[in-house]
């Protein structure tokens, strides 16, 4: 049975193939709370990005058990799986995924359009959002006249505007330079909250230590669940984070074998 976890994953296996089978996850269990700051780390062919696909509930474990927001996956049709989805899962991916021919606002509003809003909701709605990452001011501008940074910061807006329980980034930071990447993180930071939970698939050591929660995978299982204290706010990535860019460890807890 579920507990209380915003997300929670018992024994999850992902497998892909027949004859060769490759177990891209193995035997997985964690959980996310409600108002968690958590960075998933690992080298290439780990898992994370496995592990963002069925967390993003964009996929389907082959063993195992998940739940979301107290619901067994495996109980939802696709369409029931879809609609939950779009309501509580907010997605941020490395390469912005925005629309050319739209403006930023317009960008953002696709969010909303299978909800049963007016028009005028939704441009209410994609404003606010975009004016908390800093950019109505730009709303009517289109991909190309913007930044790679505030392309990103649109992405963002475009995540949160349908006030999703939990915001997942794939390399957000990725193809930023580190002044706009130092920036985003603010914007994490700031959009983190006690009823929203926010999970970052990264390679860099000081995006994942701005996290409250470190979860390092290898080989398709969690190694380290670890709990931070960063020893400066986003506003120092780039530098202020220590020698060793990983933060305070506070404790350690291994959920597989060494």
Known sequence: MPDASLLQLEEVSRIYGDEVQVHALDRVSMSIEAGEFVSIVGPSGSGKSTMLGLLGLLDLPSLGTMWVTGKSVRDLSDYERSRLRGDVVGFIFQQFHLIPHLD??????????????????????????????????????????????????????????????????????????????????????????PLRAIAIVTHDPAVAATAQRRISMKDGRIVADEILTPTQPAAGYGGTLGTDGQGTLEAVETEADS
């Open 104 to 193: 930023a606002r317009k960008n953002v509003e696709t969010a909303l359009l299978y909800r049963n809003l007016t028009p005028g909701e939704r441009k209410r709605r994609a404003m606010e959002a975009l004016d908390i990452v800093g950019l109505a001011p730009r709303s009517d501008h289109r991909p190309v006249q913007l930044s790679g940074g505030e392309q990103q910061r649109v992405a963002i807006a475009r995540a949160i505007v349908t006030e999703p329980k939990l915001l997942l980034a794939d390399e957000p930071t990725g193809a930023l330079d580190s002044t706009n990447a130092a920036n985003v993180m603010e914007i994490f930071q700031e959009l983190h909250s």
